[in-house]
């Protein structure tokens, strides 16, 4: 599992390609810039009437399944997938 908290800072994670993982997300969608993947999560906004809460899962389904969770209260989040390389130089 991993969980980040982030009171008023910027949080930038990096998620690799080939991850599953079931996923809970908060904070304000002005300050989130989310990855296409993440588009269709289940969206719900919460009580302050700011921010959002995004839950469901994240990526090609596999049996092994991670946890995370996020809650960016003041700074920007940014969430990005890393691409695997196609091709690989080999010596």
Do not use: H, W
């Amino acid at each position: 599992m991993v969980s980040i908290v982030g009171k008023s800072t910027d949080i930038n994670l990096v998620l690799d390609q080939a991850s599953y993982f079931k996923s809970r997300i908060e904070g304000p969608e002005e300050r989130m810039v989310l990855p296409n993947s993440m588009l269709t999560l289940q969206r719900q906004e919460l009580d302050d009437g700011k921010s959002i809460s995004l839950n469901g899962f994240v990526g090609n389904t596999n049996s092994k399944v991670g946890d995370l969770s996020v809650i960016a209260k003041g700074g920007k989040l940014i969430v990005a997938i890393q691409e695997t390389p196609i091709f690989s130089k080999q010596d």
